[in-house]
């Protein structure tokens, strides 16, 4: 069965950085978009970052540009997301998940349970 | 940026029927916005309910159904459950990038 499961998050001192990963498994990785998306506390979610199959396309949410990168590797079947220069913010639950897959790389299936980032001095 | 609006709250008897909409700032909701729907309780991870518009998981119970309807996207809960209490979101595709609406609360009295 597909499971992603997060790793990486803690609390962070603002300015400083974390790696977010998530590993897949139950499906060919490689063949399948991924997406990052964040809840802060008591808010709706909110879309943070795509990548696709093979990881030439990536985009990102306006709020994210510039200090956030996602990446994957593919012989770990792991999805990254590597954030600098965190902000209180950026405090929130960051959730990966996988797009339908195929030649379906816009919407979404399986989500992973989340992990929480905290950014706080 | 683009702006998804959704109900903010709604309330349904259990056993009735539902309707849940999500509207684009740029214009009409169409295929192409690949639009899905999400279902969150307290405390868990999102579940994806439908993709495309109008296509169900294999896990969505038949009582949700997707659509397009006047301009936006919407959901239909028909024969609604208590567990269907919930935060429901709608996602749209836009010009390179994702954007969720704000969610409605869906009561179920």
């Known amino acids: 069965q597909v499971q992603l499961v997060e790793s990486g998050g803690g609390v962070v001192q603002p300015g400083g950085s974390l790696r977010l990963s998530c590993a897949a498994s139950g499906f060919t990785f490689s063949r399948n978009a991924m997406h990052w998306v964040r809840q802060a506390p008591g808010k709706g979610l909110e879309w943070v970052a795509f990548?696709?199959?093979?990881?030439?396309?990536?985009s990102y949410a306006d709020s994210v540009k510039g200090r956030f990168t996602i990446s994957r590797d593919t012989s770990k079947n792991t999805l990254f997301l590597q954030m600098n220069t965190l902000t209180p913010e950026d405090t929130a639950v960051y959730y990966c998940?996988?797009?339908?897959?195929?030649?379906?790389?816009?919407?979404?299936?399986?989500w992973g349970q989340g992990t929480l980032v905290s950014v706080s001095s | 940026q683009t702006v998804v609006t959704q109900e903010p709250s709604l309330t349904v008897s259990p056993g009735g029927t539902v309707t849940l909409t999500c509207a684009s700032s740029t214009g009409a909701v169409t295929s192409g916005f690949f639009p899905d729907w999400f279902q969150q309780k307290p405390g868990q991870a999102p579940r994806s309910l439908i993709y495309s518009a109008n296509n169900k998981h294999s896990w969505t119970p038949a009582r949700f159904s997707g659509s397009l309807l006047g301009g936006k996207a919407a959901l239909t809960l028909s024969g609604v459950q208590p567990e269907d209490e919930a935060e429901y979101y709608c996602?749209?595709?836009?010009?390179?990038?994702?954007?969720f609406g704000g969610g409605t609360k869906l009561t179920v009295l």
């Open positions: 996602l749209l595709y836009s010009a390179g990038a994702w954007v």
């Open positions: 990548i696709g199959y093979d990881g030439r396309k990536q």
């Open positions: 998940a996988k797009a339908v897959g195929g030649s379906n790389w816009a919407d979404f299936d399986y």
